[in-house]
């Protein structure tokens, strides 16, 4: 599951399917890249559209996964090390829209959640490794880099099965409801629980 936002923060605070948080921030916010140096994020800027094969930071996208209001999701591959990560894992990243740093607060719930991700290991919740900024052709990007989970969103499963078996659905309420105890234990609460942000492995497992 995604969508986590902490419970002192303003509104909210996702996976690989997930959302990132908005965030309380001056006009300009100087942060730093996986290499340490000054990224300053410019809103007047609007990044170019993310292409398969492009290079981000230390990633490599290889296709799209899905979009929502707060970016897009990635599935990628780590060229060099970062966050831990070896060269050649396969991580999901999550492309925040450059629109969304214009809404107050953006930037820092965005950073609050990669921190309060991070903070989270559990079976039913996706991993968050990191934030990272990178200059992007005169801008500035920033992603979350996040487990990338093989499966199909609850809602994906239920269109392709039409009906979804009683005892899936009991086994999926279970498995999300300690994902939920986890992220609430972190101090947070899922402010966004749908079908399309749950994520059910081809084992069923559910994140």
């Not at 894992?89 to 950073?111: I, Y």
């Amino acid at each position: 599951m995604s969508e986590r936002d902490p419970r002192g923060g303003a509104d909210r605070a996702r996976g690989a399917a997930g959302t990132p948080p908005e965030r309380d921030t001056a006009e300009h916010t100087p942060v730093s890249d996986p290499r340490g140096r000054a990224v300053r994020e410019d809103r007047s800027r609007t990044l170019p559209a993310m292409q398969t094969g492009r290079r981000l930071g230390g990633y490599a996208l290889l296709d799209a996964l899905g979009a929502g209001a707060m970016g897009a999701v990635w599935r990628a591959r780590v060229e060099r090390p970062d966050h831990g990560l070896p060269v050649g894992a396969v991580v999901a990243v999550k492309v925040l829209h450059p629109q969304v740093l214009e809404r107050p607060g953006a930037f820092e719930r965005f950073r609050r959640e990669a921190d309060l991700g991070r903070s989270i290991d559990h079976p039913n919740v996706v991993r968050t490794f990191g934030a990272s900024s990178e200059h992007v052709d005169g801008g500035a990007a920033h992603f979350l880099v996040m487990e990338y989970v093989h499966g199909q969103t609850l809602a994906a499963l239920g269109r392709e099965l039409g009906r979804l078996p009683e005892e899936l659905l009991v086994h999926v309420a279970r498995e999300v409801a300690s994902g939920l105890g986890a992220i609430h234990a972190a101090g947070a609460i899922h402010r966004d629980l749908k079908p399309e942000n749950v994520l059910v492995t081809d084992d069923h497992q559910v994140k």
